[in-house]
């Protein structure tokens, strides 16, 4: 299984607004940064077939530019609670692996999406730290996300998708 970790685009700051965080929308920025994620990552060959993201505004807002480039619908698109800020990953392999694809897209926050990482490749201690708008890309043996089991492939920044 490939799983793509995306980390949310550029949002507006919180000390900016007055919005709840999980209502904050993505700037300007952040809305090209999504757009750019779904011209490069169908051109790396990544082929998405469920993706999974957080109920925040700024996770939809990032997702829609990769649902309509990989032609998602229905079931294919899982709003994940357990992606929202503070998920655990244990909690987010659960639910992901309830509804396997060989090819998965998650979609959520930083320092959540970093610690995903590190517990897939086995390292807790790990410091993979995914910016706004860049992608960890893990690859695992079998159809299942679990502890230890994974191997990080590549990492890029947001300038370089």
Same mark, same amino acid.
């Given at each position: ?7 949310? #685009? ?106 995903? #990482? ?10 993979? #730290? ?32």
């Amino acid at each position: 299984m490939d799983v793509y970790l995306i980390r949310h #685009a550029e949002a507006i700051d919180r000390e900016s607004t007055d919005v709840p965080d999980e209502q904050r929308p993505l700037t300007d920025a952040g809305r090209a940064q999504a757009e750019r994620l779904a011209t490069a990552l169908p051109a790396r060959g990544a082929l998405i077939q469920r993706l999974f993201l957080s109920p925040t505004i700024r996770t939809q807002q990032t997702a829609a530019p990769l649902v309509a480039a990989w032609r998602l619908a229905g079931n294919d698109v899982v709003e994940a609670t357990e992606l929202a800020p503070e998920g655990k990953p244990r909690k987010v392999a659960k639910r992901v692996n309830k509804q396997p694809a060989a090819v998965i897209g998650l979609v959520g926050h930083r320092p959540d999406l970093n610690e995903l #990482a590190a517990w897939l490749i086995g390292d807790k201690l790990a410091q993979i #730290a995914i910016d706004k708008g860049g992608v960890a890309l893990i690859r695992l043996p079998d159809n299942e996300l679990e502890k230890g089991a994974g191997e990080l492939v590549w990492l890029l920044p947001a300038a370089w998708v």
